[in-house]
């Protein structure tokens, strides 16, 4: 039932008469001075274009278009290039698609290439450019750009799917990854799911540019998708901490409840306040690599020229970067961390909540009056807890690990109405 653009040739029976048309060279040529829509799907090569008794064209006794893959075909050698065979023929209707057949021979136009890669992304998972369909128009070719895509963005990140309690909702620090939150993953009982909520970093999108708020929608969103209705529970670490405070807000105008909040060492949202958390502020390039190399213990272990390769092995190690990981992830990385202090500087209080509230707080916090802050969040329980760590290493300390997890549980399994 799809309308596609269909050419009928005949050859010139003066100029050319034992000489069908190739069909390559009138698509090449009409490429050439057409727009890809007017460019026909399909090339019927005929003997004689059908006449009526009156000698007008006959347009019922056109034969139906034949979509074909090429006489030479190449079967497919990798499952990337079968799978490209087999939604090239799904598409166009075309029958045995070689590795070399062009999409667009075969029938494909624009509209089609638009679900070609939406089908490549709900069997492959990853997200190919609509323009790698147009310069790599076969399957061979099409399937090399493939193999080199990175996974596809997903705002949530699975550290634990199953369990039979509420999952906790771990969303990600001023770097926009929210694999950090591993180590509390490992170690909470498994009744206890734990997502992590983290930034586009996979796609070059860090968090320059976001705000506080237009996080906290598609964090939202993303964490009604796993679990549709409450109780909900929420931790964040520094800029995740402010994250997780938008979300509750949010959560809670949508009528649901929240039965834990759980801030690590974050800015905390209160209209009376004037004090600067110090954790806070906005770094430049070389004190983000210091902060990073601080958080791994790293400061000054390697004489190396080249930290930032030092750094990056050892973040994907220790399973905080991907293994796709490469030097532009570690300089996006980076550039979320300084973004982060921008998104602090222009966040605005949220709507006071009515879920309980725990603060942990790290050695070097110098921020003033917390439980004041706490009282101004939420109109439920606060508690705070100290930590003897500092603050970009409270998610990398192992010394101090066990205490946290231990303060985590606590705060889980004291909450009620779980």
């Known amino acids: 039932g799809e309308k596609r653009l269909v050419a009928y040739v005949t050859a010139d029976a003066e100029t050319a008469p034992e000489t069908a048309p ?7 040529g ?51 290039e079968a799978l490209l065979c087999r939604l ?11 590795v070399t057949d062009s999409f667009f021979a075969l029938g494909g136009h624009s509209l089609m290439a638009m679900r070609l890669v939406a089908a490549i992304r709900k069997e492959r998972g990853v997200e190919l450019p609509l323009r790698a369909v147009f310069a790599q128009q076969n399957p061979r070719a099409l399937a090399a750009v493939l193999a080199g895509q990175k996974p596809q963005y997903d705002p949530v990140l699975s550290l634990r799917q199953s369990g039979s309690e509420p999952p906790l909702f771990c969303i990600h620090p001023a770097g926009g990854l929210a694999s950090v939150y591993k180590i509390i993953a490992d170690a909470l009982p498994s ?21 506080i ?34 979300m509750a807000a949010l959560i809670e105008a949508q009528g649901e409840h929240l039965s834990s909040l759980i801030l690590i060492d974050s800015k905390i949202s209160d209209a009376n306040s004037l004090v600067e958390d110090t954790n806070q502020r906005e770094e430049n390039p070389a004190e983000a690599l210091e902060t990073l190399e601080k958080a791994f213990n790293l400061e000054g272990s390697s004489n190396s020229t080249d930290r930032s390769q030092v750094l990056l092995e050892h973040a994907i190690a220790e399973g905080y970067l991907p293994d796709w990981a490469d030097r ?21 209080p949220v709507k006071r909540l009515n879920c309980p509230v725990c603060y942990v707080r790290a050695s070097d916090n110098e921020m003033q009056g917390i439980d004041n802050s706490l009282a101004q969040l939420t109109s439920s329980h606060t508690s705070i807890e100290d930590l003897p760590v500092s603050h970009v290493k409270m998610m990398t300390d192992t010394a101090t690990t066990p205490e946290l997890l231990k303060i985590v549980k606590k705060i889980l399994s004291r909450i009620s109405g779980d």
Do not use: H
């Open 22 to 28: 190739d069909t390559e060279i009138l698509r090449r």
């Open 30 to 80: 009409l490429e050439a001075s057409l727009p890809d829509y007017m460019v026909p799907s399909a090339f019927m090569v005929l003997d004689a274009l059908p006449l009526s008794p009156s000698g007008k064209l006959d347009r019922r006794a056109l034969p139906d278009p034949e979509f074909m893959g090429s006489a030479d075909y190449t079967p497919p050698e990798t499952a990337d």
């Open 88 to 98: 090239f023929e799904e598409l166009t209707s075309a029958s045995r698609v070689s």
């Open 191 to 211: 009744e206890i799911p734990v997502y992590g909520l983290q930034s586009d970093l996979i796609n070059e999108q860090p968090l320059s540019g976001s705000s």
């Open 213 to 246: 708020p237009e996080m906290a929608v598609i964090y939202v969103d993303a964490i009604m998708q796993v679990q549709p209705k409450g109780p909900y529970r929420l931790l964040g670490w520094s800029l995740g901490g402010a994250i997780a405070q938008e």
């Open 328 to 348: 532009e992830t570690l300089d996006l990385l980076i550039t979320g961390m300084i973004s982060a202090g921008k998104a602090l500087e222009c966040w605005q």
